[in-house]
């Protein structure tokens, strides 16, 4: 499996994660379409990146999950933002905001 | 919060495990479904949507594998299934299992034991406070030779050197101890006051030796050993009752030492050395000297400073001699005590370590062979997302299993082989009473075992995971393709075998040429029906009570001539291959020449022509008699030579070819009076034939014979040929000695022990190194079955098409032997190369045979090549027997 763009992403995939969870609960494909939509395709991410993350996710506390029923009434993994993953979510988000920011001004630096 | 979540979720994925898997099965299925619902809303037919969203998915297993490695507490979990696969692997092949664990359990557990001899007696450190900061100091003479200390050496190291807190001399011997609840022989020690300050030990009743107990006219005191008190003296804790008579003189027990405590080996008691009778002579090395270094000094600080002491001693003082010290040295009591003991344990330590080589050779090869046989298991579970990393840990986690358990067994094996171990180690190996398996030797086969895990995994995993998945799918399993490389692994691994097991063989031939050599020495004497007899009476100076013991011994000699059977009986000073006899200069003269003061004999010292350099042994005809000692010319003693007419003398008749070269000795007179402090002139009335006092091995030393009845002796050795059974001829022979004196214990043993104890060394390190190869040999003979097994069977259709285009089975097997000898040459080749650099470490322990011996060389290459031919020949066989139409369709 190629693993390339998990490790690249390993930071920014928690903090797209974290983002669209932020609007409300969603299961597993519904936080992949959100990520996609957000992000204007940019990043499309795959079950083989998305589940792990999850998973890694609810163990750190950040983010709860429960069964519930999907919009075409299936039965579906749901999950949601804990103040700990809101709190992760902020802290990110910030530290995102300056690497970026900072990135960007050492791009425009000639 | 953050932690206890973590830990609720570690405690959940170790657990609950099942419920885990369940939830991310159902959660990716759900997925997948909600995929299949969002291609058919766009319309998509559904097999078409079905298919698309497997593709995004990727592979449910793969997604699932990869939820597990991220999983907290999965390194453990993994670690746990891999364990629990890995078994239900090795069960899945008893047959193989139980070959590797077999060949595993007998490599760890013979390295084990020897490790646990040598750890017992090389490293583990002497049981006193402090070990390694004590000393043993020796002389060393002009020769380089390393000696006890002469008392005034001992006094001038005590006292000018700086680097010691605390020096003591001591010397032991045995006594006849009476007093006690039976009269013993015993091993006495006899100690300068600071003996026990050197190994900070303090009895553990009663007190330490005082500096006035070493005086002149100091009430006797002794003090004993944990064991002796026990014993003997009834663990009395009331020790004001307790005497000790040891030559006539009575001592008082004024302490108990603790138990364990017990330096030099073997000793019962101490006692104080007399400090005040010291011999002045620079030249009379009589004590052995112990210190404890003083805190921040080095040991090589410590041996310049007496070094410098003992240079300084040389060139000043009056006694110029040979025997006069040059130098000093100080080295670790515990490698002193195990010196000598040192090489050959190595020897031994790397003989095991070679057969553990070629055992793990042996797992490897079938690890190998079943590792090409699970390249379709691999490629499956590759190919279901399992990181090679995994596939790796996977097989380190096997070879962990197979290691552990073989080590286990191995272990088990060793505790059981030790005590089999120490009965066949050689009674002067120093310290077999520390041998045991403890927590260090059980720590060392768990390091051994981990390594040759770790060996054995990194190895199996690095060839088995080389290949790339898909071909091994593709392969349907032959594994054909990648087979090649790993058989060629395979050869070099059993070439590598030969090669190691070479080496051992040749170690083992010439330590078992060297034995045979040994054995077709003459000793010079007879073996069999000897009884000896050990008894000391209380020492004497006074030239009238010395004569009276003689007369008791020749008592003894008369009534033991009664004994059932007894044909000669006889006596001496030392027993041949049973501690040595001493040697002096001693002075050809004339009764004329004798000068008539002591300093008269300087002059005469310078004279080469006049010195002559033997072993002094005091005996009796019937000694000669008993021990079959052959009378080559004059005569043995006999009644005429009574204590007060001529004394006479035997000589050896390496000593008469040496001193007397083309001349007859017989008649000549000689003086040999440093040995017994008679002056009398000693006339040689026979020579008898050469003995090897010192071992087969040692050349016979020229030896100068006394009469017991002209130089008495305190202590002899009497020897008993008798034909009756040993153990009546011992209790008849203690009966007799108890109705002659009750006070004198005796000391029985049968010659025939001695002489065998003699060979004991050499035949341990033979019996050791020969089962060490022959196993090498067993499991080098296996690998080359193995590889050429598998290679047949690998080959079946080549030998199919070959046989079909007209190969003869003639031919077939020609080629299958050749390809086997092949590897066999190579490891031939290695290990001739590897046997010449090596067998130099055993040079020491050769006798008669050079460490190259063409003969022992060319009979090991032949076996190595019988054995590996047969290994070849029935697999060859089998080649030959190959249906071109079977093997042809099989495929």
């Not at chain 2, 490698?335 to 031994?348: E, F, H």
């Not at chain 2, 190895?459 to 898909?470: E, L, N, V, Y």
């Not at chain 2, 003969?855 to 090549?865: E, I, P, S």
């Amino acid at each position: 499996m190629p693993s390339e763009p998990t490790t690249l992403l390993q930071g920014t995939l928690d903090l797209l994660i974290l983002k669209s969870l932020a609007t409300g609960e969603r299961h597993g494909l519904g936080i992949s379409r959100r990520v996609q939509q957000i992000t204007r395709g940019t990043f499309v991410v795959k079950p083989g990146s998305l589940f792990p993350a999850l998973h890694r996710m609810e163990e750190e506390g950040w983010i709860s999950s429960f069964w519930g029923e999907s919009e075409n009434n299936r039965r579906a993994k749901y999950y949601r933002l804990t103040s700990a993953g809101r709190k992760q979510f902020e802290v990110k988000a910030r530290r995102w905001g300056r690497i970026s920011l900072a990135i960007a001004q050492a791009l425009e630096t000639s | 919060m953050s932690l206890f979540t973590r830990t609720r979720s570690f405690l959940r994925n170790l657990f609950a495990s099942r419920r885990v898997e369940a939830e991310i099965e159902a959660e990716v299925r759900s997925h997948l479904e909600m995929l299949v619902d969002e291609n058919l809303r766009t319309g998509m037919a559904p097999e078409e949507a079905r298919r698309a969203a497997r593709i995004e998915l990727g592979g449910i297993e793969q997604v699932k594998e990869q939820v597990r490695q991220q999983r907290l507490g999965q390194w453990l979990h993994s670690v746990i299934s891999d364990i629990r696969f890995g078994a239900r692997q090795l069960r899945k092949n008893p047959g193989t299992t139980a070959i590797m664990v077999f060949t595993l359990a007998l490599a760890i557990g013979a390295t084990t034991a020897i490790f646990s001899v040598v750890y017992g007696v090389l490293l583990r450190p002497l049981p006193y406070a402090e070990p390694d900061r004590i000393m043993a100091i020796f002389e060393i003479n002009s020769g380089g030779t390393w000696s006890r200390l002469a008392d005034p050496n001992f006094n001038d190291f005590r006292t000018q050197s700086h680097s010691f807190q605390a020096v003591a001399k001591y010397a032991d011997m045995t006594a006849s101890v009476s007093g006690a609840s039976q009269p013993t022989r015993t091993t006495v020690a006899a100690v300068s006051p600071e003996f026990l300050r050197v190994f900070r030990v303090h009895p553990v009743i009663g007190r330490d030796f005082s500096a006035e107990d070493a005086r002149k006219g100091a009430a006797p005191v002794i003090l004993v050993s944990h064991g002796y008190w026990r014993q003997f003296l009834g663990s009395a804790q009331d020790l004001s009752e307790a005497h000790l008579k040891i030559d006539n003189a009575v001592f008082s027990v004024v302490g108990v030492l603790p138990a364990g405590f017990q330096f030099p080996p073997d000793v019962g008691l101490w006692l104080p050395a007399d400090l005040d009778g010291e011999n002045a002579s620079r030249t009379s090395h009589n004590y052995s000297a112990v210190g404890r270094l003083r805190d921040g000094v080095t040991v090589e600080e410590a041996g310049r400073d007496i070094s410098a002491i003992a240079r300084r001693i040389h060139d000043t003082s009056s006694e110029q001699s040979d025997y006069l010290l040059k130098d000093g040295a100080v080295v670790p009591l515990q490698d002193s005590v195990t010196g000598k003991a040192r090489p050959p344990l190595l020897i031994l330590l790397g003989a095991v370590g070679f057969l553990l080589l070629v055992a793990c050779a042996n797992v490897a090869n079938l690890l190998l062979a079943q590792a090409s046989v699970r390249e379709r298991e691999l490629a499956v579970r590759s190919a279901l997302g399992a990181t090679r990393r995994r596939l790796i840990r996977q097989f380190l986690t096997e070879a962990f299993l197979l290691s552990l358990v073989g080590g286990g067994f191995g272990v088990l094996g060793a505790t059981m082989g030790t005590g089999g171990l120490l009965g066949l180690a050689p009674e002067d190996l120093p310290r077999l009473d520390s041998v045991s398996i403890n927590v260090p030797v059980l720590l060392f086969a768990l390091l051994l075992s981990t390594a040759v895990a770790a060996g054995l995994g990194a190895f199996t995993a690095a060839r088995a995971t080389s290949g790339d998945p898909s071909r091994g799918l593709g392969e349907g399993g032959r594994g054909q393709a990648g087979s090649q490389s790993s058989q060629r692994v395979g050869r070099l691994i059993v070439a590598a075998q030969i090669a190691i097991t070479l080496v051992l063989l040749v170690g083992a031939g010439l330590l078992g040429r060297s034995l045979m050599k040994v054995l077709e020495v003459n000793p010079g004497f007879r073996v069999d029906e000897i009884v000896t007899m050990d008894v000391s009476l209380p020492w004497m100076s006074d030239p009238k009570a010395k004569t009276g013991q003689a007369i008791f011994f020749a008592n003894l000699i008369d009534r033991l001539k009664q004994l059932p059977g007894a044909r000669r009986v006889g006596a001496t000073s030392g027993l041949p291959m049973d501690g040595g006899l001493p040697d002096g200069m001693f002075l050809l003269m004339t009764q004329d020449e004798v000068p008539a003061t002591p300093e008269g004999f300087a002059p005469l010292l310078q004279q080469k022509e006049r010195i002559g350099n033997a072993d002094f042994c005091v005996a009796t005809d019937g000694f000669f008699q008993a021990l079959a000692i052959p009378l080559i010319r004059g005569r043995l003693f006999d009644e005429r030579d009574s204590a007060d007419s001529p004394h006479v003398a035997v000589i050896s008749e390496s000593l008469a070819r040496q001193r007397w070269p083309g001349q007859d000795p017989i008649g000549h007179t000689l003086e040999f009076g440093n040995m017994d402090g008679d002056l009398r002139l000693l006339t040689v009335v026979g020579i008898v034939g050469d003995i090897h006092e010192y071992g087969l091995d040692a050349p016979p030393r020229p030896t100068v014979y006394v009469s017991l009845f002209q130089r008495p002796r305190s202590a002899i050795t009497v020897t008993i040929l008798s034909n009756a059974d040993t153990r009546l001829v011992t209790s008849e022979a203690r009966r007799i000695l108890q109705e002659l004196d009750p006070e004198i214990p005796a000391r029985f043993r049968t010659f025939s022990h001695i002489y065998s104890a003699s060979l004991g060394s050499r035949r341990f390190h033979l019996i050791l190194i020969g089962f060490f190869g022959i196993a090498a040999l067993l499991l080098a003979t296996a690998g080359v079955f193995g590889v050429m097994a598998y290679s047949v069977s690998r080959r079946t259709r080549e030998i199919g098409v070959r046989v079909a285009l007209g190969a003869g089975s003639r031919e077939v097997l020609g080629m299958i032997l050749g390809q086997g000898l092949r590897t066999v040459f190579v490891g031939i080749a290695i290990g001739l190369a590897g046997a010449l650099a090596l067998t130099r470490a055993v040079e020491s322990l050769l006798f008669g045979v050079t460490a190259t011996d063409p003969l022992t060389f060319a009979g090991v290459v032949l076996l190595l090549v019988a054995a590996a031919l047969l290994a070849c020949f029935i697999p060859a066989r089998r080649a030959t027997r190959v249906d071109p139409m079977v093997a042809l369709r099989c495929e």
